[in-house]
């Protein structure tokens, strides 16, 4: 889109960046009964039904627990991302936003935050930078 403004030629972009959300939640396996997994299912594909609605859904999937591995130096390698910690990284979805505010906006109703100690990480996606 071009807006001529005093004599010069301005281009304003419509381009959307993409930010990828991650949840961050315990394994619902271990803290939730099948009846309270279907409900979350059901809200989780109703919020992303609500951002795919608008056309701002890239994409995503979920990360099960099981089969999970992680590799450290020295070639060890351990099951899943567990160790210490209670939560880590279940899923995620790519959106199409004007801004990280925007992305923040479809973050805050994810049903991933109803649990205790969970969250969603919004960060952009940058390709072909060159860094990564």
Same mark, same amino acid.
């Given at each position: ?47 992303? #039904? /609500? ?6 859904? +890239? ?5 099960? *627990? %099981?089969?999970?591995?992680? @590799? ?17 990284? #279940? /899923? ?6 004007? +801004? ?5 906006? *479809? %973050?805050?109703?994810?049903? @991933? ?20």
């Amino acid at each position: 889109m071009f807006n001529l403004s005093a004599g010069a030629q301005t281009i304003k972009s419509n381009k959307m960046d993409e930010f990828i959300l991650i949840f961050r939640h315990e394994d619902g396996l271990k803290v939730a009964s099948p009846e309270q997994i279907q409900i979350w299912m059901k809200q989780t594909r109703d919020w992303m #039904g /609500g951002i795919a609605a608008k056309n701002k859904l +890239s994409g995503g999937n979920g990360l099960p *627990f %099981a089969d999970a591995r992680v @590799v450290h130096p020295h070639n060890i390698v351990t099951n899943g991302p567990f160790g210490d910690i209670k939560e880590t990284i #279940g /899923g995620y979805i790519i959106v199409k936003a004007e +801004s990280v505010d925007e992305a923040v906006e *479809f %973050a805050k109703g994810s049903p @991933v935050l109803q649990g205790e100690g969970n969250s969603v990480e919004v960060r952009k996606i940058v390709r072909g930078d060159g860094m990564h």
